[in-house]
């Protein structure tokens, strides 16, 4: 096999990867769906709604919604027409090794681990954040320092006029990631259970407040819809312009972290009963539930509040926030208590889909065997598993963690395009190959898949952008020190 970092997996041994799978196939079409639902319902539509109305795009905020939705469904075509041809882990980085070859797959599969870890980490703060509010409502109050992170800890001691003790740790933050990684380890079949209970509460407490919200909807506050375009201080005293068309674009870039998580349905391949056709039905089910909810609560938000008024708390829990201010506040305890369980559903899906890249990429051999051990009982990866949960914990326990949704969306924007990319290329080289399911239109879908999230790349925190090439210049380090020389195509 040639030495070319462009070489690729031949289809041959994505065959043998299915038929010499250790892992337990378990999950149906709707354990998928659920799956993806869980991921992707989380910290956004509970958090992200109050940042994207206030700082980008107002009322318009449904459209930035359809915005990142139409990005979503051009990859997540693609996404479908991979999972049903080659239903194995590793997601987009395993649909890219065996058509555009392993250098870009490597880069990809890095992608995802930073959309996953960090995504992992986020949600775990963001957990203990609706857990504190949550015990608060029931008048239980944990020590500053024992859920707060050391420079977050001393900065709250000054602020309160408190005599500092000198240590933090987010506590709460460093139990869920280990209840999360418990559940993991023990296997597919629980982890799946326990999402699937937590999904329906969510589902219900979205449905609560788009039915209920509806009732407290003031159309004045959608006048204009989409507001002329100003300055607007963000929380470190920078002025940046807001709404407008292009607030609506920057909003759509903001709340993509929203919708992260139907691309990790993907990663189940190995557990999935029927995986080419399971996988095409979760994805796209996932997506487009989500996406109707989404908009339908970013109009009820934007409708009960103006965008205006979602400043200083009220961007932590503005759907809370909501209900309380138009005199609703036995409805925060719902919001509440739905947000601290579907955040768990949130880490619950990113973990996993975190260990089986790393599982995937370990297989080619361009990882370390730890990767791939599989436990001889549970039968998952649970070496790996343990691993993520001890750094998730550990960084989310002692690191402030601030706002991080734009490096896990630029490492999934990136993936998205990929995937157009190589499902498009696939198309042309291997035009015979049987398609259990093969996106419509695909000359139109995967072009305007590629456009669309490097448009919302485009569009993200510079910032951002800047620590997201920081991370793919240490991957590329990590491929060619050790990822290109134990590759197993070096072997053919």
């Not at 991921?39 to 940042?51: D, E, N, S, Y």
């Not at 649909?95 to 992608?111: C, D, Q, S």
Request: glycine share 10%; charged share 10%; proline share 4%.
């Amino acid at each position: 096999m040639s030495n070319s970092i462009w070489r690729k997996k031949p289809m041959s041994a994505y065959e043998a990867d299915i038929k010499n799978s250790e892992l337990k196939r378990v999950l149906g079409k709707w354990s998928l769906t659920a799956i993806g639902i869980g991921a992707i319902i989380g910290g956004g539509i509970f958090v992200l709604t109050g940042t994207g109305a206030h700082y980008h795009a107002g009322p318009a905020l449904a459209l930035s919604f359809v915005l990142a939705g139409i990005g979503c469904i051009f990859a997540a075509l693609c996404y479908a027409e991979f999972a049903a041809l080659l239903p194995v882990e590793g997601s987009a980085y395993a649909y890219a090794y065996g058509t555009i070859g392993e250098f870009f797959a490597w880069i990809i599969g890095w992608g995802l681990v930073l959309e996953y870890a960090m995504g992992a980490m986020t949600v775990a703060v963001s957990w203990s954040g609706y857990f504190n509010k949550l015990l608060h409502l029931f008048g239980i109050e944990i020590p500053y320092y024992l859920k707060n992170d050391p420079f977050s800890a001393a900065t709250y001691a000054k602020s309160m006029g408190l005599e500092h003790v000198g240590w933090g740790i987010n506590l709460p933050a460093f139990v869920v990631t280990w209840l999360v990684t418990y559940i993991l380890v023990k296997g597919i079949k629980e982890a799946a259970s326990a999402n699937n209970i937590i999904v329906v509460l969510k589902v219900a407490a979205i449905l609560f407040v788009i039915i209920v919200g509806a009732f407290f909807v003031n159309t004045a506050n959608w006048t204009p819809f989409i507001p002329a375009p100003e300055l607007v201080e963000h929380a470190d005293g920078s002025m940046k312009e807001a709404y407008g068309w292009g607030g609506i674009a920057s909003g759509a870039a903001a709340i993509f972290f929203a919708y992260i998580g139907f691309d990790a349905v993907s990663t189940q391949a190995g557990e999935a009963i029927n995986p080419k056709k399971d996988m095409p039905f979760a994805i796209i089910a996932s997506l487009v539930i989500c996406t109707v909810l989404y908009i339908l609560v970013s109009l009820v938000l934007t409708g009960m509040i103006n965008y205006k008024d979602i400043v200083g708390d009220a961007l932590k829990a503005p759907v809370a926030y909501a209900f309380d201010k138009v005199g609703q506040p036995w409805a925060v305890f719902i919001i509440t208590a739905a947000a601290t369980a579907g955040l768990i559903s949130v880490m619950l899906v990113m973990m996993l889909g975190q260990t089986r890249v790393f599982l995937g990429m370990a297989k080619d051999g361009l990882l370390p065997n730890f990767f791939r051990q599989v436990h001889p009982t549970f039968r998952t990866p649970w070496k790996s598993t343990i691993l993520v949960g001890f750094l998730v914990s550990v960084v989310s326990a002692f690191t402030p963690i601030g706002v991080l949704s734009d490096m896990c969306s630029f490492g999934t924007l990136f993936a998205f395009a990929m995937v157009c990319l190589a499902v498009l290329l696939l198309r042309y080289r291997e035009p015979n190959l049987e398609r259990d399911f093969k996106a419509p239109a695909l000359k139109i879908v995967a072009p305007l898949g590629i456009l669309t999230n490097l448009f919302l790349i485009l569009n993200l925190d510079g910032l951002a952008q800047k620590l997201a090439f920081g991370w793919l210049l240490i991957g590329l380090v990590v491929y060619f020190l050790y990822g290109k020389p134990n590759s197993n195509l070096n072997e053919k």
